[in-house]
């Protein structure tokens, strides 16, 4: 009998081979790290103290030189290689960008000078002086947490601008700029100013004075939308909004008259319709007609509308971490499209879902929505507004929180 015939061949019992144990690792995966980041979890950052001004690292000794440093680095420079745009959207951007004017908010000086008080007697005094000009347009720069505020601007930058604007005549220049020097402090048009009605039309045309409280000017009905209501104004918005209150319940003159809607730009059928007649403009600037209209710079909407557009998408953001904080690394990151994106067109093909592919600038949100506006730029803003503040971490640099 063979030494190697054993009970375990004629018995059927066979032994179970031994499964190779996995490995189990105690830490993060591989992936988990590379998505892991400063600030991503669900721990607060540390704060050791809050961080007063946002200068440069060359101190900014009075506001003059604040003014001038934020104005030179509203915008970074176009990128050179591999931009993403063609030359027609370089073009726009470049364009886009010579045609706002230089005003800076006092809420971006606030932020680069150490002291706010300190900064608005020096802005109180530079006004006396004609060396600068405080705009205050109401209704769209109301000052507050997240308002625009005052915006500054140098008064050689808008006598520039008065100069070079091709809409108003040489006359019309002088009368304006000598308007602007006999008053520095003044906000809005004051009553006897020497200039004509048409001038005034012309200068609110240009974009050099605009009513407090609206937005355009009509010029079909020239200033006739500025004066009090009267029999003059009869048939405008002006005098429908206190028709009620001054004729009889259930007349016609209640409702503002017959064609009340086609006299104020209105469409639809009208029991008889009359064109809307071409009011001419107030002879004076007496009676407090013109006290209304307020200085202004052209372009100015364009310039308030990408400022709190911008405000607004840097605070969200910050939504995306927990605590609505993180490192000023990390959100710089994110403002110049470092990072996933809700768009599908900006996601890796193939590739696990939020992680972003290799996106030229020009496909960014930055260079597409707003034209390059320097993060350092939009991060004073808010923190000078009050929507956001900056923090030592001790950790990792300094730290921006949503207010």
């Known amino acids: 009998m063979p030494l190697h015939f054993t009970a375990a061949h004629s018995s059927g019992i066979t032994k179970s081979k031994a499964r190779p144990l996995k490995r189990v690792s105690s830490g993060p995966s591989r992936a988990r790290l590379s998505r892991i980041r400063p600030g991503d979890d669900d721990e607060r950052l540390p704060d050791i103290g809050l961080v007063v001004r946002l200068g440069p690292d060359v101190n900014l000794h009075d506001a003059p030189q604040a003014l001038r440093y934020a104005q030179e680095t509203m915008f970074t420079e176009m990128p050179q290689r591999a931009p993403g745009m063609n030359s027609t959207r370089i073009a726009q951007v470049l364009n886009y960008r010579a045609s706002l004017p230089r005003l800076v908010t006092l809420a971006h000086l606030h932020a680069l000078l150490s002291t706010p008080s300190a900064t608005d007697r020096e802005i109180a005094r530079l006004e006396r002086e004609a060396v600068v000009r405080q705009l205050v347009l109401a209704g769209r720069s109301n000052a507050g947490r997240g308002g625009v505020g005052a915006m500054v601007v140098r008064l050689d930058d808008l006598e520039r601008s008065v100069n070079r604007c091709s809409a108003l005549t040489a006359d019309i220049k002088t009368k304006f700029l000598h308007l602007l020097r006999d008053h520095p402090t003044s906000r809005a048009l004051p009553a006897g100013t020497g200039l004509t009605s048409d001038e005034t039309l012309a200068l609110v045309h240009a974009g ?44 016609l003159a209640a409702i503002g008259g017959e064609g009340a809607v086609h006299n104020a730009g209105g469409g639809g059928a009208g029991r008889r319709f009359h ?16 006290s209304t209209l307020e200085f202004s710079m052209p372009s100015t909407g364009v310039y308030l509308r990408l400022l709190t557009s911008a405000r607004s998408h840097l605070v969200s953001l910050l939504s995306k971490s927990a605590h609505r904080e993180a490192p000023l690394s990390l959100l710089r990151e994110r403002w110049n499209g470092g990072i996933a994106s809700d768009h599908a067109s900006d996601r890796r093909e193939g590739g696990p879902a939020g992680q972003r592919r290799d996106v030229l600038p020009g496909r960014t949100r930055k260079w597409k929505e707003f034209y390059g506006l320097a993060f350092e730029w939009v991060l004073a803003e808010c923190c000078g507004s009050g929507m956001v503040e900056l923090f030592e971490t001790g950790t990792v640099g300094k730290g921006v929180r949503a207010r």
């Open 208 to 251: 050099y004075l605009t009513a407090a409280g609206t937005a355009h000017v009509d010029s079909t009905n020239s200033l006739a939308f500025l004066s009090r209501p009267s029999a003059s104004s009869s048939g405008t918005l002006a005098s429908l909004a206190t028709a009620g209150s001054q004729q009889a319940s259930g007349s």
């Open 275 to 290: 064109p809307a007649p071409r009011l001419a403009a107030p002879a004076s600037t007496s009676g407090g007609v013109l």
